[in-house]
């Protein structure tokens, strides 16, 4: 099984470094690594180059129209079973990541998609580490949330099935081809508890307050192309309701009271008819 390692970077020597650094590190495990850079002048290049005798080291450096189109050059660039892109200034966790992979992909029967848990750090030093979902993803997982993409392995052909990055999108492309491969292509992801990739929070999405208005915008205008509007009208409507049914489930005592209170509050309504 050939993993393609993708790595994206544009002016991020620093990053890019560390995150060459820890891919050269993996342990028994069959990849290539692409790496796109965006023509970058802080000596980049010359970083990738230190790496030259990595075994199937693909890359180019030249001038590309934004992430996404970046995103899609590496995809065009691999040639693995799976894709899996660790950004320039994100690392792998350890070097056995890939190889824990590997076998988890191998007892899992080889999904379209296969996920683990990433670690978020901020340039404070604070760290978070995200875990897999206990329930299925459905479309509300997508209205709300999101499948990181950060260490996700993902079958190479799905690209062929679902096509590439929108690149008129600056920011939520990787959750709409998401959205699209899951929700409406119902392709099914499978966790493993594999802590993949320390992720720099740093980055275009994390950013300012205007950038976060972005993104805002962008999944929105995806919502309202993919969703009839009556449908997107209920979600719209109790998506806070079904997020605060889904915290109650998880301490039974508390759903009962309010299932109780709901009963009593029918039974009143009724009676005033």
Known sequence: MLFSIITINRNNSAGLRQTMESVAAQQNCDMEYVVVDGASTDGSVEVIKQYAALPRLKWVSEPDSGIYNAMNKGISMSEGDYVVFVNSGDTLVSPSVMQRLTRALAETGRPAILY???IKVWPDG???KGKGRKDPFTMFSFYRGTLDHPGTCIRRDLYDTYGMMDET???CSDWAWFMKAIVFGEEKPVYAD???VYFDMTGISESSGKVRERLRNERRSVL???L???VLADYDRYADD???INR???HPWAFKLVRFIERVLFKIERLKK
């Open 242 to 244: 079904i997020i605060m």
């Open 248 to 250: 109650l489930h998880r």
């Open 194 to 196: 594999i802590d993949t």
């Open 169 to 171: 999108m600056k920011i």
């Open 224 to 226: 309202k192309k993919s």
């Open 116 to 118: 683990g848990n990433i």
């Open 126 to 128: 604070r760290t978070l």
């Open 228 to 230: 009839p509007p009556l």
